[in-house]
């Protein structure tokens, strides 16, 4: 069975001290040694280094960067590839639909970052999703089949195990406005038969997938129920401590 996770994306928030103060009290509020689920922090990079040294070695918690460079090494300045992140991190995540849109990452660039990725027995949490004008023109699921087909169909069924995959329809990341719960159980339903398809039952339900998009305390209920369900990539609501722990019990009791 798929792991549960919720995954906190504070994206270009918080300074080190910030980040520092905020982890200091999920750990003494919140009971990590006993909850079922995976928790997964991605700060800035700069904040990472420091985050390490506070974390407990438990394997239910984990730091994840938000992003990496497609290529191993080289003149790429400004850039911080896998290589580097391997001792750092345990996931990545990849194809955020804010990198897409403003780094212009390709679905080609981005099955380049997944294989380097693996490669440096490193997880990425793979995030697709559609604009509105796709919903609207009903080519919602096609969208995301070629999102996944393209960036991770090549992978045998040991590698893609080891791939977590976000659902974060593009119209919901940031708006305030989640998508419905039919909504997404009617699409995460869709990436598990894409995936059974390819790769069989057994796979398809040992891969978490989980949603994205406006996702906070007082929805994360309806939506952690849906079926196909494993969890949350979570922006705005994972910035707030206190919401942040209100949504991993949630996430435990479901
Ligand atoms: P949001 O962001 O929860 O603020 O909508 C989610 C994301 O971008 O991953």
């Known amino acids: ?75 790429f300045t400004g ?52 604009p509105m004008v796709v919903r609207q023109h009903n080519q919602h699921i096609s969208f995301i089949q070629t999102q996944i087909n393209t960036c991770l169909g090549h992978l045998s069924p040991q590698a893609i195990q080891r791939v977590v995959i976000a659902y974060e329809p593009i119209w919901a990341i940031g708006t305030g406005q989640a998508a419905h719960s ?23 339900q040992n891969i978490s997938l989980v949603y994205g998009g406006s996702c906070h305390e007082k929805n994360a209920a309806e939506i952690f129920s849906c079926q196909d369900v494993d969890g949350g990539l979570i922006g705005s609501a994972a910035l707030d401590v206190e919401k942040w722990i209100k949504i991993g019990h949630i996430l435990a009791a479901v």
Request: hydrophobic residues 40%; charged residues 15%.
């Open 182 to 204: 039919v909504q997404i159980q009617t699409m995460h339903q869709a990436i598990r038969s894409i995936l059974q398809q390819q790769y069989g039952p057994t796979v398809a």
């Open 79 to 130: 850039e911080v590839s896998a290589y580097m992140l391997k001792d750092m991190v345990t996931h990545v995540l990849v194809g955020h639909s804010e990198r897409r849109k403003y780094a212009k990452e390709t679905d080609d660039i981005l099955k380049k970052k997944i294989d380097l990725l693996l490669s440096y027995k490193l997880q990425p949490i793979f995030c697709c999703g559609e």
């Open 1 to 75: 069975m798929a792991k549960k996770m919720m995954i906190a994306n504070w994206k270009m928030h918080l300074t080190i001290q910030e980040a520092q103060q905020y982890l200091q009290y999920f750990l003494q509020h919140f009971p990590y040694t006993e909850a079922p689920i995976n928790i997964l922090f991605c700060p800035p990079l700069t904040h990472i280094a420091t985050l390490q040294k506070m974390m407990p070695a438990i394997s239910s918690l984990y730091l994840g960067a938000q992003n990496c460079h497609h290529q191993a090494q080289g003149a």
